[in-house]
């Protein structure tokens, strides 16, 4: 089941509680507004349903990668999740932004996630030490633009095949594509992914 941890907040930032609850009731008003039930969602998104009342509530946290499920059961975008507003102009400074683990194993690397206007991209940068973890699978309905700033990072898609990219590489692919992606090396790698799809 996912981790309830969480994460820290960005300063300037909304905290902890504030997020949960946004991205609750996001979760929530999607949900409804497709006509599922709680049981139906959480059997497609693959969580509990315990752990998605909890999370409609605002009580838990979720991961990147639960969050990626859940908007895939969806159908929306995952940024439609975490979106600010109606607003045509959204500016981030490099202190702020949504922080959230990749996903729930232990030592899982921290996202910073910013979301377009309308939710229909986002941008997320990691910073990974070695031993942290990124390799959480992940399939969506956005499109994926992964640069990598430093060190180096593999990624692993089955039946299509296996690629190492270093600082300055950037892979572009359908987000349906069943992929995961290790940080390798003695160095920390830095990297920013760009998802974008319809809303």
């Known amino acids: ?15 902890d509680g504030d997020l949960n609850s946004a991205i609750g009731a996001a979760v929530r008003a999607r949900r409804e507004s497709a006509g599922l039930s709680m049981r139906a969602l959480a059997a497609e998104a693959g969580v509990s349903q315990p752990f998605l ?3 409609e509530r605002g009580l838990v946290a979720a991961s990147i990668a639960t969050l990626h499920r859940l908007a895939t059961a969806l159908a929306v975008p995952p940024g439609a999740l975490l979106s600010p507003g109606p607003t045509e102009v959204v500016v981030v400074r490099s202190d702020e932004g949504v922080r959230i ?7 899982a690397a921290v996202g910073r996630v910013v ?6 991209m986002s941008l997320t940068e990691y910073r990974v030490a070695p031993g942290e973890r990124l390799d959480s699978w992940f399939e969506t ?3 994926i633009t992964l640069h990598v700033i430093s060190g180096h990072l593999e990624v692993e898609m089955p039946g299509v095949g296996d690629w190492r990219l270093g600082p300055g590489d950037t892979m572009l692919h359908s987000g349906r594509l069943r992929r995961r992606w290790r940080q390798v090396g003695s160095e920390p790698t830095h990297l920013v992914v760009v998802a974008a799809g319809p809303g």
């Open 101 to 107: 683990p990749v996903g729930e194993e232990a030592r």
């Open 141 to 143: 309905d956005t499109d």
């Open 53 to 55: 009342s909890q999370l």
């Open 115 to 120: 979301v377009g206007p309308d939710g229909r």
């Open 1 to 15: 089941m996912p981790s309830a941890a969480q994460p820290p907040a960005a300063p300037g930032g909304p905290s």
